[in-house]
C-alpha cells in the first residue's frame, strides 16, 4: 500500500516510482516508505517540495 500511495503521488510530478525512490539516495534523503507513503497522502505541499529536491538531483 505504501509504494501505491508513492507511485500516485510521484506519478502527479512526472516520476516513476522506481526513478523517485532511485534518486531518492542521491539527493541525501532519509525517508522510509512508511513516511513518504503518509506525507503524500497527508502533506501533499511537503511532498511535493521532497519530489522537487529529489527532481533537481
Known amino acids: 500500500l505504501w509504494i501505491q500511495r508513492?507511485?500516485?503521488?510521484v506519478r502527479a510530478y512526472g516520476m516513476s516510482y522506481s526513478e523517485f525512490m532511485g534518486k531518492l539516495g542521491?539527493?541525501?534523503?532519509?525517508?522510509n516508505r512508511k513516511v513518504l507513503a503518509d506525507m503524500a497522502m497527508?502533506?501533499?505541499?511537503?511532498?511535493?517540495?521532497?519530489?522537487?529536491?529529489?527532481?533537481?538531483?
Open 26 to 31: 542521491k539527493a541525501g534523503i532519509e525517508l
Open 6 to 9: 508513492i507511485n500516485a503521488g
Open 42 to 57: 497527508n502533506d501533499p505541499e511537503a511532498f511535493k517540495k521532497v519530489v522537487d529536491q529529489v527532481k533537481a538531483v
